[in-house]
């Protein structure tokens, strides 16, 4: 495998952090942080790829993800494309496979890819020229999130070995929560996954994990709480009781922090369903919430993913130039 300018590994596409070397990880972690200024705002534009086009092709919502990738390509100096799909010929009948070779004769050099059926982004990726960057497939993986999960805690704890971390709620349907617990293990921390049993993933126990369902043991003595929001969109049935039950069992309040350490951080991907799986005080705490830190970091990731895989020398072709 060949290395790019700023030495990450050159990879074809990102469609996952599973399999992933903690090279790579951290290399990407490294240039991430290379785009932002010492005063913490992010760098401003450069035009390492100008001349290059990004296609967003989104089939599910999203306001992170798909603005901070038009952000940070922007920021290269890419020019960038948001399908709608919406308004496009998808409402037609046309398939995910004709729609993503249709793009791909336009001859993008990346197309980010969020849809709502696993493995669709790896389909895709065997067929296109171009770069394919997962931005979210089903309950699969969700790369980029974990990503700017681990710059953020990295800046703030220095490495992400030893740390202890829980990842708290609807873990069952959480492409975010499979694509941490990758991440945090390759990277040397230790997670617990804590939540009720009908949101755990059946084979929640080959994952490698302490697996709590109670906040009080889950919580105990952990560095980092990151909690997730119940991913309605993705249930076929009743999950919880009710909204009221499961925030007095799983809701992140004060109290339930105290279980945590002192200092640990309070981490969630967003959107938030504030009062659900988390309660505003705690959302909103100025000295251990790191929610918006997390999106600034979504930016320089994504800086540092699309530099990583279309670069340096790397023509829409994916040949060196
Ligand atoms: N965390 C995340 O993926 O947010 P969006 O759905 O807003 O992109």
Do not use: W
């Given at each position: 495998m060949?290395?790019?300018?700023?030495?990450?590994?050159r990879?074809?596409?990102l469609l996952?952090i599973?399999g992933?070397?903690?090279?790579?990880?951290?290399?990407?972690?490294?240039?991430?942080?290379?785009y932002?200024?010492q005063?913490?705002?992010v760098?401003k534009?450069?035009d390492?790829?100008a001349?290059?086009?990004?296609?967003n092709?989104?089939?599910?919502?999203?306001?992170?993800t798909r603005?901070s990738?038009?952000?940070?390509?922007?920021?290269l100096?890419a020019?960038?494309?948001?399908?709608?799909?919406?308004?496009?010929?998808?409402?037609k009948g046309e398939?995910?496979?004709?729609?993503?070779?249709?793009l791909n004769?336009m001859r993008?050099?990346?197309?980010?890819?969020?849809?709502?059926?696993s493995g669709?982004?790896?389909?895709?990726?065997?067929?296109?020229?171009c770069?394919?960057?997962?931005a979210?497939?089903?309950q699969?993986e969700?790369?980029?999130?974990a990503?700017?999960?681990?710059v953020?805690?990295?800046?703030?704890r220095?490495?992400?070995?030893g740390?202890l971390?829980?990842?708290?709620?609807?873990?069952?349907?959480?492409?975010v929560?499979r694509?941490?617990?990758?991440?945090l293990?390759?990277m040397?921390?230790?997670?617990?996954?804590?939540?009720?049993?009908?949101?755990?993933?059946?084979?929640v126990?080959k994952?490698?994990?302490e697996v709590h369902?109670?906040?009080k043991?889950?919580?105990?003595d952990v560095?980092?709480?990151?909690?997730?929001?119940?991913?309605t969109e993705?249930?076929q049935?009743?999950?919880?009781?009710s909204?009221?039950?499961y925030?007095?069992?799983?809701g992140?309040d004060?109290?339930?922090?105290q279980?945590?350490?002192p200092?640990?951080?309070?981490?969630?991907?967003?959107?938030?369903?504030?009062?659900?799986e988390?309660?505003?005080?705690?959302a909103d705490?100025?000295d251990r919430?790191?929610?918006?830190?997390?999106?600034?970091m979504g930016?320089t990731?994504?800086m540092?993913c699309l530099?990583a895989?279309?670069?340096?020398?790397?023509?829409?072709?994916?040949?060196?130039t």
């Amino acid at each position: 495998m060949t290395s790019n300018r700023v030495g990450v590994p050159r990879l074809p596409h990102l469609l996952g952090i599973e399999g992933l070397s903690p090279e790579t990880i951290s290399g990407l972690l490294d240039l991430s942080e290379t785009y932002i200024d010492q005063n913490r705002s992010v760098a401003k534009r450069r035009d390492m790829l100008a001349g290059r086009t990004i296609i967003n092709l989104f089939f599910e919502n999203s306001t992170r993800t798909r603005t901070s990738f038009e952000v940070a390509a922007k920021r290269l100096g890419a020019d960038v494309i948001n399908m709608d799909v919406a308004t496009s010929s998808v409402r037609k009948g046309e398939t995910l496979l004709d729609t993503a070779m249709t793009l791909n004769a336009m001859r993008p050099d990346a197309i980010v890819v969020r849809h709502h059926e696993s493995g669709a982004v790896n389909l895709l990726a065997q067929k296109v020229n171009c770069a394919v960057i997962n931005a979210g497939d089903g309950q699969h993986e969700h790369p980029t999130q974990a990503l700017l999960d681990a710059v953020t805690i990295r800046r703030r704890r220095g490495s992400l070995e030893g740390l202890l971390v829980a990842i708290c709620g609807d873990i069952m349907h959480s492409r975010v929560a499979r694509s941490n617990i990758h991440l945090l293990q390759i990277m040397g921390a230790r997670v617990r996954v804590v939540g009720p049993p009908t949101l755990m993933p059946t084979d929640v126990h080959k994952m490698g994990v302490e697996v709590h369902y109670s906040m009080k043991t889950g919580l105990k003595d952990v560095d980092i709480v990151m909690m997730l929001r119940l991913q309605t969109e993705r249930m076929q049935g009743s999950f919880v009781p009710s909204i009221s039950e499961y925030f007095h069992f799983f809701g992140l309040d004060r109290v339930k922090l105290q279980y945590a350490k002192p200092d640990a951080l309070i981490m969630h991907p967003g959107p938030m369903n504030r009062g659900v799986e988390i309660d505003s005080e705690v959302a909103d705490d100025l000295d251990r919430s790191v929610i918006h830190e997390q999106v600034e970091m979504g930016v320089t990731v994504r800086m540092a993913c699309l530099d990583a895989l279309i670069g340096g020398n790397r023509n829409q072709f994916g040949a060196e130039t």
